[in-house]
């Protein structure tokens, strides 16, 4: 199983970007995919999951209203649109998925040991 994250960059406050994570090797339209973040000397957070049904987001709430999570299980590829970009939004994002099939098709995993495979992290820069 691979996932490759892309899309990471250096914008300035109110900025958008788009990360992609593309994912090979995964029964992807199975696996619930989240989005975590690591800001320098900081622990590694959740900061978006959407179920593999893809019925259900879930955002931690210093992102929420900004940041949207979307999967395309034809591309076996989620997104994370992040817009409105403030400094505080700098850290290493990462994207996980689940074991396929280990949680109901809605649910949504918060914490990082719930996710089996991951990807190597792609930068993202805010400048105010």
Known sequence: VQLQASGGGMVQAGDSLRLSCETSGLLFRRSAMGWFRQ???????????ISWS????????????????????VKNTVFLQMNSLKPEDTA???????????SSS?????????????????QVTVSS
Do not use: H, M
């Not at 290493?92 to 280990?102: I, Q, T, W």
């Open 54 to 73: 893809g019925d259900n987001t879930f955002y931690v709430d210093s992102v929420k209203g900004r940041f949207t999570i979307s999967r395309d299980n």
């Open 106 to 122: 809605t649910y949504i995993g918060k914490n990082s040991d719930e996710y089996d495979y991951w990807g190597q992290g792609t």
């Open 39 to 49: 800001a320098p000397g900081q622990e590694r957070e959740f900061a978006a999951g």
């Open 92 to 102: 290493v994002y990462y994207c996980a998925a689940e074991r396929p099939l280990s």
